[in-house]
């Protein structure tokens, strides 16, 4: 499985994005995806993610002003982040795993298929 993170960008604090990613699969449906976060300096972190049942699930640092869905083509993950903040800079990985469950999903061990970042830059 491919996937492909795309849509960061410099943005300032308040201001919106949305990330996609692509991945190579026909759907997703078999598939938990998730995003990560990771600072400089720091370590990659749980944004939140989408279940294979389409269950939804946010780190508590997002929760409120970030959204995951499903593309249309349901093949493609999207997360919306809104009033950003500059703490949210971070590059931004989504990651895919066919195992993984309630227990696991914030863990970066569930996840056997990563995409590439997206570089998100929030200014004050």
């Known amino acids: 499985v491919q996937l492909q993170a795309s849509g960061g960008g410099l943005v300032q604090a308040g201001d919106s994005l949305r990330l996609s990613c692509a991945t190579s699969l026909r759907t997703i449906s078999g598939y938990a995806v998730a995003w990560f976060r990771q600072a400089p300096g720091m370590e990659r972190k749980f944004v939140g993610a989408?279940?294979?049942?389409?269950?939804?699930s946010y780190a508590d640092s997002v929760k409120g002003r970030a959204t995951i869905s499903r593309g249309d083509a349901r093949n493609t993950v999207f997360l919306q982040m809104n009033n950003l903040r500059p703490e949210d800079t971070a590059v931004y990985y989504c990651a895919a795993g066919s195992s993984v469950i309630v227990s696991n999903v914030a863990s970066q061990t569930a996840y056997k298929n990563w995409g590439q970042g997206t570089q998100v830059t929030v200014s004050s």
């Open positions: 989408i279940n294979r049942s389409g269950g939804i």
